[in-house]
C-alpha cells in the first residue's frame, strides 16, 4: 500500500484548525484524527478545570490510544497542543497564526470565558504554540501560515495538499 505522510495542524484555539483539517481531509485521503473527539470517546481526561472549564487530557493513554493507527500514517492530527507526539510519527507541522483582534472576536462568538479568552490571546501574541513546535520538531518540518481571512484557507489548504502529492512522490518512488 502507498506511504501516506502524517501532519499535525496545530495553533491556538480558533485558529481555524478543525476548518483547515476538514477541507484537507477532503482534498487528499488523509483522515481528520480530532484529538479533543479522541480523547473524549476514549476517556483520556485527568482533571477538570472548573475556572477555565477545560479538562486536562492523559497523554499518555492518548497516545497509546492513536499509536497503532498513526504509525501507520495517514493522519491530519488536529490539536493546540503539537509538542507530545514522537518525532518518529510526524513529517509535517502546520503552525496556524491570526491576529489578535480577528482571534479575540472568534473566542468570544464561542463564548468562553474572559480567563480562557485572555489567556488564549496571550499565549498567540507570544507565539507559544509555535515555539513549542520549533522546539519538538526539526527546523524544517514546522512550517507557520497566516488564518486570518477566509481566502487564506483557500490557499493554505492547496499549499499543504501540494506538499502531500511531493510527500507522496518522494517516499513510493519504488512502487510506481
Ligand atoms: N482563515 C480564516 N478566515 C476566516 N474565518 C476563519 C478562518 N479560520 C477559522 N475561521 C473561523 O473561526 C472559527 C474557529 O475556527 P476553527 O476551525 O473551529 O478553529 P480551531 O479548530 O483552531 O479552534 C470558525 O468560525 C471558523 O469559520
Known sequence: MAKLPNII????????????????????????????????DNDCFESYDEELKSWTVDEDKLLDTIEDDVKKGGYIIDWHVCDI?????IDLVVVLRTDNKMLFDRLTARSYSEKKIEENIDAEIMQVILDEA??????????ELQSNESEEIDSNVERITAWVEQWKKNNNESED
Open 9 to 40: 495542524i496545530t495553533g491556538t484555539p480558533g485558529t481555524g484548525k478543525s476548518t483547515h483539517c476538514e477541507l484537507l481531509a477532503e482534498a487528499t485521503n488523509l483522515k481528520h484524527l480530532s484529538i479533543n473527539q479522541v480523547a473524549k
Open 85 to 89: 507526539f514522537p518525532k518518529s510519527w
Open 134 to 143: 520549533r522546539d519538538a520538531y526539526d527546523e524544517e518540518i514546522v512550517i
